[in-house]
């Protein structure tokens, strides 16, 4: 998160207009600087990066101390006695006493393979682009102290087409199909029948629970993501960056990871499909190109999808056409970016017991929390707006608790 869709949409027009070419210029000059002062990667931060990296530097600021490789073990509640957790620090458990209470943010469960076979649909795997650490310490812990988990929601998880790179030692590179090129004028998404089943362009977690819908009939997992060479030479395609990388992405065909022939029957036959019905998929998705209306799955029929389609493009800024060869895709699978199930809490943020009453000093924000959307996906923002609040919410409440223990520093 170095740069905003803007400023991708710049740095790839900085051959067309000069407003694009000086955006462009200061973005990679700032990069190139950061580099050369001896940081790994380009120290600007946007988005939720920029957000997170504000709010740590508030709490270093404020000289609050923090530990890092000090995973959950224990949590510590029990009446009349002070909260608290133990923690591994430097491979020894670490009892630490808190005054008041104890909030658990410990990222949900995506990472836990329990988990996920008891709550998510199938077929799952570890698909997800959460850190691997949020494992559900937090949410497994808390259940065994006495807490419960939140029912009553649409899905278990916010999703995200995901594809996933094998890497020669061994570890695996995943890639979030998010805003960028699933609405581009060309890209065309297929099931295991070689045909269509959903708007390419819209949000990635309505683009996974279309994969599932077409699982029930049609093996629809992996899903496939299919594009012409002016595509990916424009646009790219997931870890196949645009722009004349010939070699990378030979790297990425050898890697098994992108899928390319001279011819869509070529296309399809290295995929197990079948080629005729991918060929006539093919055919009629271009066929949308022109009339700018695409009447099977409505691809750029609303603001949303326009916004990410390319700006100029007529009369669709979503449709274009699929018939240059060579002929590339990737599998997709339907990952996540968290989960949507979490404590059941009250509006204190409290963790709730037996009965609908709190446990004294337990606390749960962030994706530890029961999404107040109850599963749903509105908009961007709806792991960090509600862990803020939240948080914020905790916080205040927290500050008016006795003090069960007292420092004597």
């Known amino acids: 998160m170095m740069v905003t869709m803007a400023d991708a949409q710049h740095l790839l027009s900085v051959t067309q207009s000069f407003q694009s070419w000086r955006a462009g210029m200061k973005l990679v000059l700032r990069h190139a600087a950061d580099r050369l002062r001896g940081y790994h990667r380009g120290t600007r931060l946007v988005l939720g990066n920029a957000l997170a990296a504000r709010l740590f530097e508030s709490l270093i600021e404020r000289r609050v101390p923090y530990w890092l490789n000090a995973p959950l073990e224990q949590i510590h509640v029990a009446a009349g006695s002070a909260p608290g957790v133990t923690v591994l620090r430097a491979g020894k458990p ?40 949020n494992s559900g ?6 259940l065994a102290v006495g807490a419960s988990l939140g029912t009553g929601h649409a899905h278990p998880a916010f999703w995200a087409p995901v ?11 995943r890639y979030p199909h998010l805003v960028w090129e699933r609405a581009k004028p060309g890209l065309m998404a297929v099931n295991r029948a070689a045909r269509r089943f959903v708007n390419e362009s819209a949000s990635y977690h309505e683009f996974v629970l279309a994969m599932y819908r077409s699982h029930q009939g049609v093996p629809g997992i992996p899903a496939y993501l299919v594009c012409d060479a002016p595509f990916i030479e424009r646009w790219g395609l997931g870890l196949a960056l645009p722009g004349g990388r010939a070699r990378a992405r030979a790297r990425l065909v050898r890697a098994g ?34 009339s700018g209306e695409d009447p099977d799955f409505g691809k750029g029929s609303n603001a949303y999808n326009r916004y990410l389609g390319a700006a100029g493009q007529t009369p669709n800024p979503c449709l274009g056409p ?11 699978y339907p990952g996540d970016i968290g989960t949507a199930v979490g404590l059941r809490c009250n509006e204190n943020a409290q963790v709730l017991g037996a009965g609908d009453r709190p446990i004294t000093g337990l606390y749960a924000v962030g994706n530890d929390l029961h999404s107040v959307m109850g599963g749903q996906y509105p908009a961007p923002g709806i792991t ?26």
């Open 137 to 142: 310490d937090g949410i497994r812990l808390a």
């Open 322 to 332: 699929l018939q240059t060869g060579p002929f590339y895709a990737v599998k997709v």
């Open 163 to 173: 594809s996933i790179l094998q890497q020669p030692d061994g570890t695996e590179l």
């Open 384 to 409: 960090l707006g509600p862990a803020m609040t939240f948080g914020w919410i905790a916080a205040r409440h927290i500050a008016r608790q006795p003090a069960r223990y007292e420092t004597t520093a």
């Open 94 to 133: 670490v009892r630490v006493r808190a005054r008041r209470a104890v909030v658990l943010a410990t990222g949900g469960f995506p990472w836990s393979e329990k988990l996920r076979a008891e709550l998510y649909p199938r077929p799952t795997g570890p698909w997800s682009m959460a850190p691997q650490g």
């Open 257 to 290: 990871y992108l899928h390319r022939a001279d011819t869509l029957r070529g296309l399809a036959q290295l995929l197990g499909l079948d080629p005729e019905v991918l060929e006539r998929s093919a055919e009629r998705f271009s066929g949308f190109a022109a």
